[in-house]
């Protein structure tokens, strides 16, 4: 059963990787990189939290700390791996072919499929700071592919952009999962129509105020919505960055 | 017999998957094997996840998968 949820930022999991010990294969960078992880859902070592929402599984808040810190190349199948860059500068590699540079505004879709790796890895000293989304896929072993694009916060100002999904200019990917994004500076309505009543909206501040039936969002914070003709957020009046996440059940 | 139709299980880490038909036969695993007799101790051979985190899946397959079509309720 699908229940709505409000989670603040400080009820995510959190999860901390040293490039040192037990986990060195695994994490890049040395000596004193750091991956930080904040789960909005029961993924890895974090399992006493919340299930996953709809066909997204996974939900990263994480942190890149130290030139060369991230993960090293890994393999995968099925899931699409969706990454937007928030701060600093990622380089993604994978087996499809692509060596990738990512910026601020910057986002891919790394689907698995039949199988690939990819390692993600923050090259300079500036941290890196993405959200990581992953997807299951609605076919098994598909071919695997890479695309990515760009979001321009300043020309789409105080307008919702569809980045992942069905829309024009938005990353297809083989899923009933739309991915969309708010950069506002100004107080304003925002009216939320899912698909149908049977999808899920999960909404992300990445940053600012967000206001949604009398509760209000911080920063991190976040909210889970099932059954909903409509959603009325509320943003503003200082700048805000909302990610919605909607999904089939 | 188990007249059960055969599932297939994702690992939550990685995105593996285990098909009952194919089993794992790399792995000593036969096709055929049943889910709940694969041992629980035992883990994702790609990304180590314990069994207990996988996950049961419905989807289809894509075109040209699984690479070998076993008919084991023909068998």
Known sequence: MNTNFVMRASERGYNKFLSTGESSSYIGGHPEAIVTRHSSFNFGPYQTGRAPFGRMRVFGDETFSGPGCGYNIHRHHNFIICAFVLQGQLTHVNTVGNIDQLAPGDFYAFSAGSGGKHCELNL??????????????????????YV?????????????????????????????VKISRLVSDTSM?????????????????????????????????????????????TTGPQETDLLIVETAA | MNNEA??????????????????????????????????????????????????????????????????????
Not at chain 1, 153 to 167: D, E, H, Q, Y
Not at chain 2, 14 to 30: K, Q, V, W
Not at chain 2, 40 to 52: F, I, L, M, Q, S
């Open chain 1, 148 to 176: 990515r694009g760009h979001f321009d916060a300043l020309s789409n100002r105080n307008k919702l952009v569809t980045l992942v999904g069905n829309a024009d200019g938005a990353l297809r990917i083989s899923q009933d």
């Open chain 1, 189 to 233: 309505a925002l009216d939320y129509s899912p698909a149908s009543k049977l999808h899920g909206v999960y909404a992300f501040v990445l940053e600012g105020e967000v206001g949604l039936d009398g509760t209000g969002l911080g920063r991190r914070d976040s909210t889970g919505i099932w059954g909903a003709e409509q959603i009325h957020f």
């Open chain 2, 6 to 75: 055969l599932k297939r299980f994702m690992c939550d880490g990685c995105g593996f998957l285990y098909d009952e038909a194919l089993g794992l036969p790399e792995h000593g695993i036969a096709p055929g094997t049943r889910w709940a007799d694969i041992p629980d101790t035992w883990v994702c051979p790609d990304c180590g996840t314990p069994k207990h985190r996988f996950e049961m899946v419905e989807m289809p397959y894509a075109a040209g998968h699984p690479p070998r079509i076993l008919l084991l309720d023909s068998f």
């Open chain 1, 124 to 145: 300079k000293d500036e941290d890196m700071h993405a959200i990581y989304v992953w997807i299951v896929p609605d076919q098994l072993m598909l071919p695997p592919s």
